[in-house]
């Protein structure tokens, strides 16, 4: 069977919440999101990563003690999974010109919610459907 991120085009489990995205789908998940395709799932983590860039939450440390928060999570070990598959230091400051990071930390964090590695196409096919966060 597939992974719940994976069946619900929602790779990043986002939460119900307030928010409409773009490709978002009436599922039958009473948690999370689902979305039409993968790529809409990965577009609304990079705009909820843009978001949480506008606010200050700019370092692996951050947006994952955010997304992950220790109440629900092991935090420390899924920011030290995402530090070690995306390359980036969990302490650099990330801007709205690190796309490229982004793209790789996204990857990461989907291959920690889903215990399989992510498809880097559909990641970067998400991510051209956004505009919070530019290619380098």
């Known amino acids: ?5 994976h069946r619900n085009n929602n790779p990043l489990n986002i939460r119900h ?9 009436k599922g039958s998940d009473k948690s999370f999101k689902t979305f039409v395709t993968m790529p ?9 990563l843009g978001t949480y860039l506008s606010r200050g ?8 003690a955010k997304w992950a928060p220790p ?9 030290a999974s995402v530090e070690k598959w995306s390359g ?11 796309g490229a990071d982004f793209i790789m930390i996204v990857a990461a964090m ?5 215990g399989v590695n992510a498809d880097i196409n559909q990641v970067k096919a998400g991510f051209a459907l956004q505009t919070k966060i530019n290619a380098q």
């Open 88 to 98: 980036v230091p969990r302490n650099k400051v990330l801007t709205v010109a690190d």
């Open 17 to 25: 919440n307030a928010d409409v995205f773009q490709g978002e789908t």
């Open 71 to 79: 109440i629900e999570n092991n935090t420390q070990a899924y920011i």
């Open 57 to 64: 939450w700019n370092t692996i440390e951050k947006i994952i």
């Open 110 to 114: 989907s291959f920690v919610e889903n």
């Open 40 to 48: 809409y799932g990965y577009r609304a983590a990079f705009v909820t």
């Open 1 to 5: 069977m597939q992974p719940r991120g």
